[in-house]
């Protein structure tokens, strides 16, 4: 699977493509690669801690971009990694994520399924696992009904300013954070601003389960 996330990324405009790994076993595979793995610290608790590690053994510079795609995501699109990049171009924002327009009911009510809030400037007003934003009229009577436009599935894709992302693992872990289990929350929680856009290009869900493995296995089986 980390292979297939290599090569996905190395169709996208990065310049320097770096698995950073805790196990001996992806620093191996990831050898016959185009990228590079980086062994990191075993404790970190986060993903975001794994790359500030990353970022400051390779001395990269505070104003560096940096674009953290998730080792679960053999099927990213090479444009949406572009993309995200590009919305910290105008210098508004430090971190920049993406979304997916929700239509299926049962995604609404799904807590593993991440749901935003933005603002019309293309900025996150909240991240939550709870419904939202809720239907008063329809959910509050039980008729779920159907969902139509306004519900967005947040996208597990970040860029980063490297001085925001220094900052970020400074901080200590929010009130919000902790209540709903999402690390982006300690961003809002500490007045940073985070771009929003809806992704140019459809995002699989990523693999988190046996069964999402065998759906991704027999979509690639069937674009071979």
């Known amino acids: 699977m980390i292979v297939r996330v290599v090569e996905q990324v190395t169709q996208s405009d990065a310049i320097d493509i770096v698995v950073a790994t805790d196990d001996e076993r992806v620093e191996q595979v990831v050898k016959t690669t185009a990228a590079r793995a980086v062994m990191t610290d075993a404790n970190h608790v986060s993903g975001s801690d794994r790359v500030m590690e990353v970022a400051r053994r390779n001395n990269w510079g505070s104003n560096e971009l940096v674009v953290n795609v998730q080792g679960d995501e053999p099927l990213i699109p090479p444009t949406?990694?572009?993309?995200?990049?590009?919305?910290?171009?105008?210098?508004?924002?430090?971190?920049?994520?993406?979304?997916?327009?929700?239509?299926?009911?049962?995604?609404?009510?799904?807590?593993?399924?991440?749901?935003?809030?933005?603002?019309?400037?293309?900025?996150?007003?909240?991240?939550?696992?709870?419904?939202?934003?809720?239907?008063?009229?329809?959910?509050?009577?039980?008729?779920?009904?159907?969902?139509?436009?306004?519900?967005?599935?947040h996208i597990g894709i970040y860029a980063y300013r490297l001085s925001a992302?220094?900052?970020?693992?400074?901080?200590?872990?929010?009130?919000?954070?902790?209540?709903?289990?999402?690390?982006?929350?300690?961003f809002l929680e500490n007045g940073y601003s985070i771009a929003v856009s809806e992704a140019v290009h459809d995002v699989p869900q990523g693999v988190d389960t046996q069964v999402d493995a065998d759906r991704v296995i027999a979509r690639l089986r069937e674009a071979s």
């Open 80 to 153: 949406v990694i572009n993309q995200v990049a590009s919305l910290l171009a105008d210098g508004r924002h430090d971190v920049a994520t993406l979304y997916a327009t929700i239509n299926a009911r049962t995604d609404v009510f799904d807590p593993n399924i991440v749901k935003l809030a933005a603002t019309t400037k293309g900025s996150a007003l909240y991240f939550s696992r709870a419904p939202m934003p809720w239907l008063r009229d329809n959910f509050d009577k039980g008729e779920q009904g159907v969902i139509g436009d306004g519900w967005k599935r």
């Open 165 to 186: 992302l220094e900052a970020f693992v400074a901080l200590p872990r929010g009130r919000l954070e902790s209540v709903e289990s999402l690390e982006q929350l300690r």
